[in-house]
């Protein structure tokens, strides 16, 4: 079963423009991260954020974490044409070792 | 380093029939997980290897699906008498340590006729 939900399922901008998906949970987690999938295939790990941690930064990445809420936030800034894909956040929960997926955002960015 | 393999990259089989997917993980990676995922969703966890031994198949749907990972290394999942429902994409992946990132691989779609 799916450990949460993307918001929003599909998402369209101009190259340039920043993109911001969201990911909510409903369990106590270890971690959080997020994946890239490419055409239905390939999921690219980007990014972990710790439950005791709030922002982390990798490049053109911002992802935050608020654990009161059970919702993190992924932020691409001046997206590129070749950062369409899926999104996927992912949660490792307390106790456990696997991912548990969310459904996912379809981005696209227009050139 | 080369990455996660899995063969074959496309599998169609009739209702019925054993098939087996291979998983090639990173070297050096002790853990590793099997994941199917479905068009239009995200991952579903299937079952998860510590080493040699399977330290939490929590996620496999039914008996009719079963893993191995005899020497540490390469695994093997094992589909009884496919059913239609059985397609999907299997995902591979491993990782250095628990809880922490993991890397996949390309994955295998299995078609089941």
């Known amino acids: 079963s799916q450990q949460g939900e993307e918001d929003p399922q599909a998402l369209s901008i101009q190259e340039g423009e920043n993109a911001t998906m969201n990911c909510s949970y409903k369990t106590s987690i270890n971690n959080l991260q997020w994946y890239r999938q490419n055409s239905g295939r390939g999921l690219v790990h980007l990014i972990l954020?710790?439950?005791?941690?709030r922002e982390k930064h990798s490049g053109r990445l911002r992802v935050t974490l608020d654990t009161s809420k059970k919702s993190s936030s992924l932020l691409i800034t001046a997206s590129r044409a070749a950062d369409t894909a899926s999104y996927f956040c992912?949660?490792?929960?307390?106790?456990?070792?696997?991912?548990?997926f969310g459904t996912g955002t379809r981005l696209t960015v227009i050139p | 380093g080369a990455g996660v393999s899995q063969t074959p990259s496309n599998k169609v089989t009739e209702k019925g029939k054993y098939v087996e997917l291979r998983c090639d993980p990173i070297s050096g990676h002790t853990a590793l997980y099997w994941y199917r995922q479905s068009l239009g969703q995200g991952p579903e966890f299937l079952i998860y290897?510590?080493?040699?031994?399977?330290?939490?198949d929590s996620g496999l749907p039914n008996d009719r699906f079963f893993a191995v990972r005899p020497e540490g290394s390469v695994s093997t999942l094992k589909i009884q008498r496919t059913e239609r429902g059985d397609s999907a994409v299997y995902l591979c992946a491993s990782s250095l340590e628990t809880a922490t990132e993991q890397y996949f691989g390309p994955g295998t779609r299995l078609t089941v006729t």
């Open positions: 992912a949660t490792v929960k307390t106790g456990a070792n696997n991912l548990f």
């Open positions: 290897f510590q080493g040699t031994g399977a330290a939490d």
């Open positions: 954020i710790r439950s005791n941690e």
